[in-house]
């Protein structure tokens, strides 16, 4: 064993053990769920103002709370909606936020505005989401017993919801499927008006009497509390009587003069059901960053617990588990992991035929990991399954790095090729920290990935240079020796050099033949000149074609752009079913229509579970999942085609099916959705409405245009159609009064609404149809009008919700378009324009709708990709001194991207944010070949002609290369296993393979050409 200055072999193998061990521990605290959490985090605070239109919440109510908390200590970024009767301000924070000590400084700021907003507005409320998305359904729980609902309602709510919502990683619960009862205040407007009242007042005096007032915030130590004086008055009608309305001829007018009251079982406003059943069900939901598995757990043995002390007559059981399918998407995972560990080995095994040699790599493979889980467990980084592909991803580089340094060590017995590891992996950790500049909606699932990665390469850079040379003391290996070699694989050797020698100084005469190839290979991207750009006429007539000729590989990568997924995320495959019901139709209407639906699913035996969900008349869903073990059959398929027909038999509802494949239902014909928008944007909203009405008359003048309307900022805000009062001004005031007067009077004949569990309306409302408002002449000051005399009344599209971000507000024209994709593109253009450059002043901006960041801004990550190949240019330049070497390893990777356009542009696979980490990851690891080849070569001595020395490099580094590339792919080969339709990992596994067999060509033949000189 060679004597070596510095720490002992022993001493870095105790150490290395010792650390390992530490990571063996940490195993244990490592925190593993399915999905990463966001990095957002989020305070909204929301609002109600009775029968107000959404202009009038825009400005006396969302437009001063989103002034008061613009400057909220830690916000990025505000917006707000508002819509008829309600509004909501949403704060995004940064992630150094404490989220208790922003409610508090939100809190301060509202009681501060309160008495500046309008009477009748409720007091603002706050809820914090420390991850900015949605809860995720964790367990469904079906409550059983003969007692009336009412009963079992109150038992759940008062011995049930708290202790469940307590445990840790619950973010709700909620309770479906009971009767609700409501008490029906049914005032009469006649004798109301005669004591000189109004509905308004009636609104006040019922507010006040249940009201629960905010008077301030005390602090008790280090805490801070709201302090609310609440209403203890019961319920019941003979105190509903006694609420004092006002005073009138001298005496107190009581509810209970001008009122009846009844209390009686009201009409549910949505329904929720899974398996078609009308049960009561718990649904538990977990919050984002939880644990799902560990939620389930500690529910079930709570519910277990709670049921020792319930009566005898109520009983809890489970009757759906997501955790169930999380666990076996792990299992799957970890065996998908385990089996690219499995073949990795098997392939050092084969390839060198030596125990010793796969011993080796197995132990530096497992140092590397036990000490990266120490590191994950320090930094708090999760386990889930992007992290997990990470690992897997990163094995084969882990084993590159091995393999490299043993083949050096083994031969020169020192440490000289380190700088060209380091110089690799350096290009691959510049690759991926580049992700971390998209914007957080944009890198939320790939942040994790990046950072596993880099910590394992990092710790990889610490184990070859300290601990496989210490192993390989102990363990020592011969290198290969040219005596060991047959003579008939010598004079292959031979025979090779020989050409490609000759090969080599061929091409460096004829540089620009290799130019030429990888421009046709690689194509021109004409295609993504803007239209409005491209002046020659020719050009423009038959730019289809042309762009497809000279756009080669590149166009056809841009073209499947079009059909990819770029959001997609992983999850069960499920058939959605959704209907709804024409305007004017009620909720049991559209109750009625699925439950037929409902009955023809719950006779097939191939379904687990259907979960049923209708929150208005227009929307109802229908959510299907699959047994496991006929998920990936041709019965699902079947079953949609089942369903589909079923859909098409039913009357009197829209139905929409999709899911499982690219087969879309919908027997809508006239349909109120639009599927193509264009978005404006500016900060005066009567002035955007205006140029919206001038983007819908540009609209209208296209044949293939149908339908242009004035939506909403978002894609489902559509307007509502309600009927509108015009009136006549010059004649309304000949009659002595006003617009506001003969609506007041309206007022209360008409007037239904809810508070609480209290629903407050008209003796007259019944009465009072669009007929008899327009023809029935009512009191308006001193004398009688009919609305048919001063005005009319008519339905009309009105009260879209107003929404504003970044201080702009937001609407879209949204339209339908008869003809083929290009020409609809050609059109929205041709809009943008026009609006862009002839109508929208400064302030102002038209855009298409929103399609996702990625579909809008592919430059910005095209720009991404030029970054990464900047970094590596720097870092090859700093490792080799040079500017001409760096040029030549970079020609690899838009080489490699040739290999992934292909794939992805002459197959139908899905393009989503695997495919991007794909592009970055080639970035990274295509040059390492060229980094590793180019060090040797300038390590030869320097008296050789440039040619042979550089062959003679090649032959002694062609092997090492090889195994790392080989290994790379092996590694993401069980990333194939589950196909086209596995999310994020197929995409990255097929681009990158496929990119890494064209870095060989370019390995093989360009390098030579453009690193060495024309006369070597």
């Not at 959704?578 to 139709?585: D, H, K, L, S």
């Not at 006239?670 to 983007?695: H, M, P, Q, V």
């Not at 929103?850 to 579909?855: D, E, K, M, P, V």
């Amino acid at each position: 064993m060679q004597e070596r200055k510095g720490i002992s072999s022993f001493s870095v193998l105790l150490l290395m053990a010792v650390t390992a061990v530490v990571g063996i521990a940490c195993f244990s605290q490592l925190k593993v769920q399915y999905t990463p959490s966001a990095s957002g985090q989020n305070v909204k605070v929301n609002f109600t103002y009775a029968n107000a239109s959404a202009e009038t919440i825009e400005s006396e109510v969302t437009s001063r709370v989103e002034a008061a908390l613009a400057n909220i200590s830690y916000c990025t970024g505000i917006s707000s909606i508002s819509r008829p009767g309600s509004g909501s301000v949403s704060i995004s924070l940064n992630k150094k936020a404490d989220l208790q000590a922003v409610r508090f400084e939100v809190a301060s700021r509202i009681r501060n505005i309160w008495n500046s907003l309008p009477d009748g507005c409720s007091y603002p409320t706050i809820s914090l989401n420390a991850r900015g998305e949605k809860n995720q359904t964790a367990i469904a729980l079906n409550v059983r017993s003969p007692l009336p609902s009412k009963d079992i309602a109150k038992f759940i709510e008062d011995r049930v919801l708290y202790p469940l919502t307590t445990l840790e990683g619950v973010a709700d619960v909620s309770f479906y499927g009971d009767t609700p009862y409501e008490w029906v205040i049914t005032f009469d407007a006649d004798r109301l008006s005669v004591c000189g009242f109004t509905v308004s007042n009636l609104e006040t005096a019922i507010s006040n009497w249940f009201s629960d007032t905010m008077l301030g915030m005390v602090k008790n130590g280090d805490s801070s509390f709201g302090v609310k004086l609440r209403s203890t008055r019961s319920s019941d009608e003979g105190d509903l009587a006694r609420i004092p309305i006002g005073k009138s001829a001298g005496r107190i007018v009581y509810l209970g003069d001008l009122a009846t009251f009844r209390y009686q079982e009201a009409l549910p406003y949505s329904y929720y059901r899974i398996n078609g059943l009308n049960t009561l069900e718990l649904a538990v939901s977990s919050s984002p960053d939880a644990n799902i598995l560990n939620v389930v757990k500690e529910v079930k043995e709570k519910i277990a617990r709670m049921q020792k002390s319930f009566p005898e007559e109520i009983a809890i059981s489970v009757s759906y588990d997501y955790s169930e399918y999380i666990g076996d998407e792990l299992d799957k995972i970890y065996f998908r992991t385990g089996l690219c560990l499995l073949i990795l080995l098997l392939f050092v095994f084969l390839v060198n035929r030596s125990w010793r040699y796969m011993v080796v790599i197995a132990l530096t493979l497992a140092v590397n990991i036990l000490i990266s889980v120490a590191i994950y467990a320090l930094t708090g980084l999760h386990i889930h399954i992007y992290t997990l592909a990470g690992i897997t991803v990163s094995l084969g580089i882990i084993i590159d790095n091995s393999i490299v340094m043993i083949d050096h060590w083994t031969r020169y017995r020192n440490r000289s090729v380190f700088p060209a590891l380091l110089s690799a992996v350096l290009t691959t950790v510049a690759a991926l920290l580049v992700i971390l500049l998209l914007p957080e909606t944009e890198k939320a699932n790939l942040t994790d990935f990046t950072f596993v990665i880099v910590i394992n390469l990092c710790v990889s850079l610490l184990v070859s240079y300290l601990f496989v040379p210490a192993l390989l003391d102990y363990f020592p290996m011969e290198a290969g020796t040219v005596s060991h070699t047959p003579v008939r694989r010598l004079r292959r050797i031979v025979r090779w050099n020989n050409k490609y020698s000759r090969f080599i100084v061929w091409g460096t005469r004829h540089r620009w033949v290799f130019i030429l190839v990888f421009i046709m290979a690689f194509g021109i991207p004409t295609c993504l000149i803007p239209d409005r750009s491209v002046k020659w006429e020719y050009y423009s007539q038959r730019r289809n074609s042309i762009d497809k000729y000279i756009g080669s590989s590149f166009w056809l990568f841009n073209k499947s752009l079009s059909g990819s997924k770029f959001y997609r995320e992983p999850e069960r495959e499920s058939l959605s079913i959704n209907a709804g019901m024409p305007e004017g139709c009620t909720v049991q209407q559209l109750d009625e229509v699925m439950r037929c639906m409902e009955n023809y699913l719950t006779g097939i035996p191939e379904i687990e579970m259907f979960e049923t969900s209708i929150g208005s008349a227009r929307n109802g869903n229908i959510t299907v999942l699959f047994k496991p073990e006929v998920e990936n059959t041709m019965i699902p398929l079947q079953i949609k085609g089942e369903v589909i027909r079923m859909a098409a038999d039913f009357g009197g509802a829209n139905w929409r099916v999709s899911g499982l494949d690219d087969r879309y239902f919908n027997n809508n014909i006239i349909t109120d959705r639009k599927y193509r928008g264009i978005t404006l944007t500016g900060y005066n909203y009567a002035d955007l409405i205006e140029y919206g009405e001038k983007l819908v008359a540009f609209l209208s003048t296209y044949r293939r245009v149908s339908g242009p309307e004035i939506w909403g900022g978002d894609y489902d805000d559509r307007p509502i159609t309600e009927f509108s009062v015009d009136y006549d001004r010059e004649t309304i005031t000949a009659h002595g009064s006003s617009p506001y007067q003969y609506y007041r009077t309206l007022y209360s004949p008409l007037y239904s609404s809810y508070y609480g569990k209290y629903r407050l309306e008209s003796s007259e409302k019944d009465n009072f149809d669009a007929w008899h408002v327009e023809n029935v002449a009512v009191n308006v000051g001193q004398s009688k009008v009919k609305l048919s005399e001063v005005g009319s009344i008519q339905k009309k599209k009105t009260g879209i919700p107003i929404r504003r971000s970044k201080q702009s507000y937001e609407i879209s024209v949204r339209y339908d378009f008869i003809g083929s994709s290009q020409l609809e593109e050609r059109v929205m253009k041709e809009a943008i324009n026009y609006m862009n450059d002839e109508v929208l002043p400064l302030g102002y901006r038209a855009g298409e709708g929103a399609f996702g960041y990625f579909i809008e801004h592919k430059e910005q990550f095209a720009a991404l990709i030029l970054l990464v190949i900047a970094l590596i240019f720097v870092i090859c330049a700093v490792q080799f001194n040079s500017l001409k070497y760096p040029v030549a390893i970079i020609w690899m990777i838009p080489i490699s991207f040739i290999g992934l356009f292909l794939i992805f542009g002459l197959t139908d696979f899905c393009f989503d944010k695997g495919g991007f980490a794909a592009f970055v990851m080639l970035s990274g690891i295509t040059v390492n070949a060229g980094i590793y080849l180019v060090t040797a070569w300038l390590g030869v001595d320097a008296g050789r002609s440039s040619v042979r020395s550089y062959i003679k490099s090649f032959n002694r580094k062609i092997w090492p290369i090889s195994l790392t590339i080989l290994s790379t792919v092996l590694g993401l080969v069980p990333f194939l296993f589950d196909g086209p339709s596995e999310v994020f990992w197929f995409p990255f596994a097929v681009g990158t393979i496929s990119g890494l067999f064209f870095s060989v060509i370019a390995f093989v033949l360009y390098l030579p050409v453009f690193c060495l000189k024309r006369k070597s």
